[in-house]
């Protein structure tokens, strides 16, 4: 399938809005986004029941020639199949047609997703760790979403409702103007729409065609190194020199008092029971609410303060260095876990990257992953053969500079955006510091946690289907997976 590529000066951007649906709205809503799930365990089911009597026909000893077709995961292939099968197949006989065809098309189109994304993982096409098979959604964990790409989508001109395919007008928590205001100008084109349900709320995003001028921004040609942490979560150096902190607001740990309160409620009450069938009282649901609603609130502090954080640094300077930090590799520090997680690395890095690209046409740079910028001196260029973490403070062995871990850190990544090669995105590779000498070791960072000398074995993010032998693809040669898939 093609990818949209929207017009010269326009962007495609998400606007998103909180509902305030009715209850038979909800329900409609709930159905909607429970038929994207049924459609999603359909699809997954019809193709790997193909794989599953193949290999039942091989242990028979069937030739290659007469064995069971293997069954396509292509979006139009899955849509041509699911209609054959929705007038006849009890699971969905009786109440297709309650929703949209949208609904369907949304799980169809995420089950041929996630097949794409395994073939590639088990053909080294895709980055990042291993994918294994797709696997069933589950009605309680499974979140509730559903996308519309036709029929009527629209932001109504009173600027307080939505109307979407077989939902009907839903009357929105807030002003919709931030899309009308485009929309009614011409300088806006709503593609599709896409409700879910986040932290106890219903939302409608909208993916727009807007046409957007770029932002020019107020020090174009001053490059920042942002040095993340936990104790400060930002240190921010320039090539002037100047040196700017950004204390971690710790909104889960200024709450953590209340969710403890709130979990030992939680605790004390009649809670459900999935081995004896038992329901929750209401108790207990009213007491999860209120602690599902601090989680909330504490998530919505952190979304806050991470946007006004990166639109700042965004807004003001024309390249930005960054670390490439493995956050996942990080959060295996039992020690330090929560405060990284509560501090949202990760998160910054990837609201930078859009927002420097496309609102103002800036570079972000991210700093090779073992360069050495806390152990390297910001005025000698020196390298520490080891910097332990609770030694905070810099002190240079050649020069004599003393200066605190987290400030030369940010100056290093500062002073590495001139040597960087414009368009790789990638730093840290290039002798960006006069020659100096670097003991053994010197190049890589102190590892904090210890490696596992096991590998377990199983599918990547979660345990191995039932029956299944361990070299499902491996049984063929890559040649006829690649003809096959």
Known sequence: MKKFRP?????????????????SQEHALRSHCGAARAAYNWAVGWVEASWWQRRAEESYGITEAELTEWRPWSLPALRKAFDQAKTTDPRFAAWWEENSKEAYSTGLANASAAFDNYAKSKQGKRRG????????????????????????????????????????????HEPTVKLLAHVQAGTARVLSAAVQR??????????????????????????????????????????????????????????????????????????????????????WEKANAQRNKTHHRVANLREDALHKLTTSVAAEYGTVVVEDLNVAGMLKNRRLARRIADAGFGEIRRLLDYKTRQRHATRLVAANRWYPSSKTCSGCGAVKAKLPLHVRTYECDACGLVIDRDDNAALNLAALAAACTTGTGVAGDQDTAPAASKPRGADRKTRATRTRRKTRAGRAGGATLPHQRQQETRDRTQAEALTLW
């Open 198 to 283: 986040v932290r106890g709320r219903w939302f409608v995003s909208f993916q727009a065609e807007v046409k957007r001028d770029l932002e020019r921004v107020a020090r174009p040609d001053t490059a920042v190194g942002i040095d993340l942490g936990v104790k400060t979560l930002a240190v921010m150096a320039d090539s002037t020199g100047e040196i700017r902190t950004v204390p971690n607001p710790g909104h889960y740990d200024a709450a953590r008092k209340q969710l403890r309160r709130a979990s030992r409620t939680v605790s004390r009450r009649q809670g459900p029971d999935r081995r004896t069938g038992r329901k929750p009282s209401k108790r």
């Open 129 to 172: 760790k291993r994918v294994g098979t797709p696997r069933f959604k589950s009605k309680r964990k499974a979140r509730l979403a559903c996308r519309f790409t036709t029929g009527t989508i629209r932001v109504d001109t009173d600027g307080r409702h939505v109307t979407l395919p077989r939902l009907g007008t839903i009357r929105t």
């Open 7 to 23: 017009q010269p000066g326009f962007v495609v951007q998400a606007f998103r809005f909180a509902l305030d649906p009715n209850a």
